[in-house]
């Protein structure tokens, strides 16, 4: 299971990305295993300012549908629109092309808060 070092995690099992004030989210390899594969990507939060924990969007598999907590505060900037034409791209590169949002974290230092790989590795093996 791949659980890049440079990310920061949440129990929910999702992943950011810090690129200079610039957050990246998408969930992990492991939460994209556990869910199978998936149809569709829904993100209606753009443009929004969410706080942490809150739903900013669901995915979709054959059987059910999840929802996807904002790892930290922030304005929704972007989603990745390569989903709306190829969800399973999540699937095959959850950390790099399967990306599902950027954010704008209203307080970077919050990033801090989340787990390391570490952290994650223990919430996963629990």
Known sequence: MNIPQ???YTSEHEWVRLEGDIAYVGITDYAQEQLGDIVFVDIPSVGETLDANEVFGT????????????????????????????????????????????????????????LDAAGYKEVINA
């Open 6 to 8: 440079e990310l920061k």
């Open 59 to 114: 995915i979709e598999v054959v059987k059910t549908v999840s929802d996807l907590f904002l790892p930290v505060a922030g304005e929704v900037l972007e989603q990745n629109e390569a989903l709306e034409e190829n969800p399973e791209l999540v699937n095959k590169d959850p950390y790099g092309k399967g990306w599902l949002i950027k954010i704008k974290p209203a307080n970077v230092e919050d990033l801090n808060d989340l």
